[in-house]
C-alpha cells in the first residue's frame, strides 16, 4: 500500500499537466516519490479537444518515478473539480492523499518541507503555503496565508473560517490529510444535495473540524490567479449552461445548503457563518458577503432572464438562512425581500433603485469602518468584535491594522494590543474601562468618494444595464469584448 496518493483532475490542456507534474517528478525526493501512486482524471471538454495519446505517452514516460500510475478518462464533462477527485479517489489507496489542480508549479522547499512533515506526521492534516502569479507569470509576493513563525497547528474548523470555503477551494493541492477523513459517502451526499462546488471542503469540515491542522509557511506552489479574477467568466457561465444551474448557484444557493448541512450535523452554528471569512490573495471579506453579493446578482439577472431566476421555494430558502445568520441585518434582509417581490410588477426605475441601495448597503464594510457588522460591543476604547476563534478586542483607533488579525493565524504574536478571546473568556471579561476621549466613540468617518471624469461614463453604463434588453445583449457578447467594454466604462 502506497504512503501517499497524488490524485490529479484535469481537463488535459498539456502545458497545465505537463507542467505540474514535472515541477513534482524534477524536485521531489526519489524514496518519496517511490511511495506515492499518481492518478490522472481526465475530465475532457467538449470544446477543446484533449489528445489522449498524447498525455498517455507522457505518463508512460514518467511512470518509473512513482510507485504505480492510473490514467482515467470521465465520460461525461458535467464534473466539476470537485466531483472529478470525488470519482478519482475511489481508486486511491494511500495512508495519506494529496489532491492537486493542474495549474500549479511545485517548489523544491514546498515539496521538502511535504515530505519531512510525512516522515513524523503529528496531525492528520497538513496545509503548506503558496504564492499566486497571473497569467504573465507577474506575482505581488503575496502568500496565500499569513504566518508570523513558519509553523503552527490549529484546529482545521479554524482554520477554514478563517480563510474560507473559496479560498480552500481554490488552493487544491496545498492540502495533504489522511485519507479516511474525506468520506465517500458524506461527499456523495454533499454534492447531491448541496451542490459540487466547495463540496470536499464542507466533508472534511465534518470529519475533520476539531482535528488540529499543521501549517507550513514554505512556499509550496505558484498558482497562476483564474481568469475570472481579471473579469472573465467565461468558464462558470459555461459550466452554468451545460450543468443547467444558476449562473451564481455555487456562491449562493449552493453555499447556504452546504453552511445547513453543517448547522444540521450539530457542527456548527449559524454564530459560526458571521465569523467566517473568506480570503484570496489581497481579498478579506466575510463568507457571508459573498452570499449577498451573488443573490443580488442573481436577483438582477432573473430580471432579464426567466431561466435566471429562482423560484419563490429557493429564494425562501436562502432568506431563512441570511436572517438567522444576519440578524444584524434586518433591513438589508426585508430590501432583499422587497427587491425579489418587484418581479413583474414593478418598472425599471424602481427595481434599478431598490437595487442601487442594496448594494450600496452592502458595501459599506469596503469602507474605513471595514466589518463594521462584526462589532458586538465596545467597552472603553476598545472594540469587541466577532474572530473565528471567539472574539477579538481591538483600540478602536486601530481600525485599520486590527484586519491583520483575521489574516494572521498566529495573530497576537504579532501585536500585543489584540486581545482574542474564547466564547468563556468573553463572557467573564471585566468591562470596566471608560473612553478617555468623545474621539473614541464612533470615530471613524466615511466621507463620500470624491467626483472623477468618469462619472458621466458610469452614469451612461448604470442606465443601459438597467435595460432587460441592454443587459440580455451584453450578457451574449464574447468574452474579450465585455472585458474591453468595462475599461471603456470605469
Not at 41 to 53: L, R
Not at 202 to 218: D, F, H, W
Not at 306 to 315: G, P, T, V
Request: proline fraction near 5%; aromatic fraction near 12%; glycine fraction near 4%.
Amino acid at each position: 500500500m502506497p504512503l501517499l496518493s497524488l490524485v490529479i483532475p484535469t481537463t488535459g490542456k498539456p502545458k497545465n499537466l505537463f507542467r505540474c507534474i514535472d515541477s513534482i517528478t524534477q524536485n521531489t525526493g526519489a524514496s518519496l516519490l517511490k511511495q506515492t501512486e499518481l492518478i490522472v482524471f481526465i475530465n475532457p471538454d467538449p470544446q477543446s479537444p484533449v489528445d489522449i495519446p498524447g498525455l498517455e505517452r507522457y505518463l508512460d514516460k514518467i511512470a518509473p518515478y512513482f510507485a504505480s500510475t492510473q490514467f482515467e478518462v470521465s465520460d461525461k464533462f458535467e464534473l466539476t473539480a470537485e466531483e472529478s477527485a470525488y470519482v478519482a479517489i475511489e481508486k486511491a489507496g494511500g495512508d495519506y492523499l494529496w489532491v492537486s489542480g493542474d495549474k500549479r508549479i511545485y517548489l523544491p522547499e514546498g515539496l521538502a518541507a511535504l515530505e519531512n512533515w510525512l516522515a513524523s506526521a503529528e496531525t492528520p492534516c497538513a496545509y503548506i503555503n503558496s504564492i499566486w502569479i497571473d497569467s504573465n507569470s507577474h506575482t505581488e509576493g503575496l502568500p496565500s496565508v499569513h504566518f508570523v513563525g513558519n509553523r503552527v497547528s490549529i484546529p482545521y474548523k479554524q482554520f477554514v473560517m478563517q480563510a474560507g470555503v473559496n479560498f480552500i477551494s481554490t488552493s487544491m493541492g496545498a492540502w495533504i490529510f489522511e485519507r479516511k477523513y474525506l468520506d465517500r459517502k458524506i461527499w456523495k451526499k454533499v454534492i447531491d444535495e448541496c451542490g459540487p462546488h466547495f463540496s470536499h471542503v464542507t466533508t472534511l469540515l465534518a470529519t475533520l473540524e476539531n482535528e488540529s491542522v499543521t501549517c507550513l509557511a514554505s512556499y509550496f506552489f505558484l498558482l497562476e490567479s483564474k481568469a475570472y479574477h481579471s473579469g472573465n467568466d467565461g468558464e462558470w457561465a459555461h459550466y452554468a449552461k451545460i450543468s443547467d444551474t444558476y449562473r451564481f448557484y455555487a456562491w449562493h444557493l449552493g453555499l447556504v445548503r452546504q453552511f445547513n448541512f453543517l448547522i444540521e450535523t450539530g457542527d456548527y452554528t449559524y454564530g459560526d457563518v458571521r465569523r467566517w471569512m473568506c480570503s484570496e490573495g489581497k481579498l478579506m471579506r466575510r463568507q457571508v458577503d459573498e452570499i449577498y453579493n451573488h443573490l443580488l446578482l442573481q436577483i438582477r439577472m432573473g430580471w432579464a432572464s426567466n431561466r435566471e431566476r429562482l423560484n419563490q421555494e429557493e429564494f425562501d430558502e436562502i432568506m431563512n438562512f441570511l436572517e438567522r445568520s444576519c440578524p444584524e441585518r434586518s433591513i438589508l434582509n426585508r430590501m432583499l425581500i422587497d427587491l425579489y417581490a418587484c418581479y413583474g410588477n414593478a418598472r425599471r426605475k424602481e427595481f434599478t433603485s431598490l437595487a442601487t441601495k442594496i448594494w450600496l448597503a452592502n458595501s459599506l464594510d469596503h469602507q474605513e469602518l471595514r466589518f463594521s457588522t462584526l462589532l458586538v460591543e465596545q467597552t472603553g476604547d476598545k472594540y469587541v468584535r466577532l474572530h473565528p476563534r471567539g472574539y477579538i478586542i481591538s483600540k478602536v483607533n486601530d481600525n485599520l491594522e486590527f484586519l491583520l488579525a483575521y489574516k494572521l493565524f498566529d495573530a497576537p504574536a504579532i501585536n500585543t494590543q489584540w486581545q482574542i478571546l474564547s466564547e468563556l473568556e468573553y463572557r467573564k471579561m471585566v468591562r470596566t474601562h471608560q473612553p478617555t476621549s468623545i474621539k473614541n466613540i464612533f470615530p471613524i468617518e466615511n466621507p463620500p468618494p470624491p467626483s472623477n471624469p468618469g462619472s458621466l461614463k458610469r452614469r451612461i453604463a448604470v442606465w443601459l444595464y438597467s435595460r432587460r434588453s441592454a443587459f440580455w445583449l451584453f450578457s451574449q457578447l464574447p468574452n474579450s469584448t465585455k472585458f474591453k467594454l468595462k475599461q471603456i466604462f470605469r
